[in-house]
C-alpha cells in the first residue's frame, strides 16, 4: 500500500522514537526485533544498506551480546560498569533502527528522508542517548536505596519495556507518543522516590544531631 507523504514521514518517525527509546533501555533488544522480522515476515523491509541486519549471523552475535547484557545488567555495581560501556553502544543502536526505519519510509515513497540521511542518525542517537544517561543516572540511587537488591528487578522491568515499546513502534506506531510520556513519568516518579528515600530522617542527618547533642551535655559537664 503506498502511503502518502505526510503520512509515511509521521510513521516512519513515530516508529524510529520508539525504536531509539528501546535502545536507550537496552540496545539489543530493538535491532533483534528489527533484524528477526525482516528475516522471518514481511511486516519490515529492510533496504540493500540495512540488508546486514536480518542475516542469521549477525543475528546470532546480537543474541549473544544481548544474553550478556541480561546478565551483566542485573548485577550491582557490574551493572553501573556496563553502562559506561553501553554509553556508545546503546546510541549508535538507536541510530541504527532510526536510520533503518527512514530507510523504510523511502520504500513507502516519503522523499525527505531520502533527501536528509543524516536526520535518521542523528535523531536516534540523540534519543538513545537521553533515555541511556536517564538510565545510567537513576540504578545508582536505585542501587544504594535497596542494598543492591532492586538492580535485577529494575533490569527485568527495562528489557520487558524495551521489548514492549519495540513491538508497539512496528505494529502500532500511532501509540508510540502515549508510551513515551509515560515511561517519562514513571521515570521521574522512580527518580523523586529514590530521593526522598536516601534524603529520609534517620539515616544521614538524624545519627549526626545525636551525636552533637551527646558532645555538647559532655561539655556541659
Not at 116 to 134: K, S, T, Y
Not at 186 to 198: C, D, K, P
Request: glycine share 10%; aromatic share 6%; hydrophobic share 55%.
Amino acid at each position: 500500500m503506498h502511503r502518502s507523504y505526510d503520512g509515511g514521514v509521521m510513521l516512519a518517525a513515530l516508529t524510529g522514537l520508539g525504536l531509539s527509546t528501546a535502545a536507550g533501555l537496552n540496545a539489543y533488544i530493538p535491532l533483534l526485533v528489527v533484524g528477526l522480522l525482516a528475516n522471518l515476515t514481511d511486516h519490515v523491509r529492510l533496504p540493500e544498506e540495512f540488508a546486514w541486519l536480518s542475516n542469521g549471523w549477525v543475528l546470532a552475535i546480537i543474541g549473544v551480546l544481548f544474553l550478556a547484557e541480561v546478565v551483566l545488567d542485573k548485577v550491582p555495581v557490574v551493572d553501573s560498569v556496563n553502562d559506561m560501556v553501553q554509553t556508545v553502544v546503546r546510541p549508535a543502536s538507536g541510530g541504527v533502527v532510526f536510520s533503518a526505519t527512514e530507510a523504510a519510509a523511502r520504500l513507502d515513497g516519503s522523499d525527505w528522508m531520502g533527501a536528509n540521511p543524516w536526520a535518521g542518525w542523528v535523531l536516534g542517537i540523540g534519543i538513545a542517548l537521553a533515555v541511556h544517561v536517564m538510565k545510567s543516572a537513576a540504578r545508582p540511587a536505585v542501587n544504594a536505596s535497596t542494598a543492591g537488591v532492586g538492580a535485577p528487578v529494575v533490569s527485568t522491568v527495562e528489557d520487558a519495556g524495551s521489548l514492549g515499546i519495540s513491538l508497539i513502534a512496528v505494529f502500532l506506531p500511532v501509540l508510540v507518543l502515549a508510551v513515551v510520556a509515560a515511561l517519562a513519568l514513571l521515570s521521574w516518579r522512580v527518580v523523586r522516590a529514590v530521593r526522598r528515600r536516601r534524603r529520609a530522617p534517620g539515616r544521614a542527618g538524624y545519627p549526626r544531631n545525636i551525636r552533637t547533642l551527646s558532645q555538647g551535655g559532655d561539655s556541659d559537664r
